[in-house]
């Protein structure tokens, strides 16, 4: 069971928009900021979004995210078929002495 | 460009031990904080253990608490995670992962290839 709840699929086609939602508490994402991290078949995960909203260099503008109070989401738009992967969203969690924690994830599928 | 690079991982027994090794280059090490996530192959990402720059930050996710110890050596830019009474449960890859600033608190950003762990008799 984790932390962070995220939805287990989402989808789209080509050109949409999709958004992937993440739900936590006041000790983790009602306290601190979310991050996103996409992850491709068979690689290692690589951070799209830091700080809830900020995009490292190279991930294009057309990935965004927001946060309000405890949730938080990650969108997509101008769906591309590389865009399918899994993705997590993550936060520092206060409990339990301090740790990270990690949505389970969300596999996007590009139809 | 940041390269991490796992190694040490394996074939553990239970209750045996492993070492896991991280060399970085590419970034000034002693400015920033590490991390061990681990991934169970199809399942999902989970936080192992986290280290501060200067070493004086060190957290554990409750799964391996009193069983596993992170540390770090700034002069060799390198990272380490000392797993000791292994379990099943401890199998996964183990991935290696810089901190985007020197404190556990913010986000790890660039993330090794991974060694593999596993524990069986």
């Known amino acids: 069971q984790s932390v962070l709840t995220q939805p287990p699929s989402a989808s789209g086609t080509p050109g949409q928009r999709v958004t992937i939602s993440c739900s936590g508490s006041?000790?983790?994402?009602?306290?601190?900021?979310v991050n996103w991290y996409q992850q491709l078949p068979g690689t290692a995960p690589k951070l799209l979004i830091y700080?809830?909203?900020q995009r490292p260099s190279g991930v294009p503008d057309r990935i965004s995210g927001s946060k309000s109070g405890t949730s938080a989401s990650l969108a997509i738009s101008g769906l591309q078929s590389e865009d399918e992967a899994d993705y997590y969203c993550?936060?520092?969690?206060?409990?339990?002495?301090?740790?990270?924690?990690f949505g389970a994830g969300t596999k996007l599928t590009v139809l | 460009e940041v390269q991490l690079v796992e190694s040490g991982g394996g074939l553990g027994q239970p209750g045996r031990s492993l070492r896991l090794s991280c060399a970085a280059s590419g970034f000034r090490f002693d400015d920033y904080a590490m991390h061990w996530v681990r991934q169970v192959p199809g399942r999902g990402l989970e936080w192992v253990s986290g280290?501060?720059?200067?070493?004086?930050?060190?957290a554990y996710a409750e799964s391996v608490k009193g069983r596993f110890t992170i540390s770090r050596d700034n002069a060799k830019n390198s990272l380490y995670l000392q797993m000791n009474s292994l379990r099943g449960e401890d199998t996964a890859l183990y991935y290696c992962?810089?901190?985007?600033?020197?404190?556990?608190?913010?986000?790890?950003?660039?993330w090794g290839q991974g060694t593999p762990v596993s524990v069986s008799s």
């Open positions: 992962a810089k901190g985007h600033e020197g404190h556990i608190k913010v986000a790890p950003d660039y």
């Open positions: 006041s000790s983790n994402i009602g306290g601190y900021t």
């Open positions: 700080s809830d909203t």
């Open positions: 280290i501060s720059w200067s070493s004086g930050s060190i």
């Open positions: 993550a936060a520092w969690d206060d409990s339990l002495n301090g740790r990270w924690v």
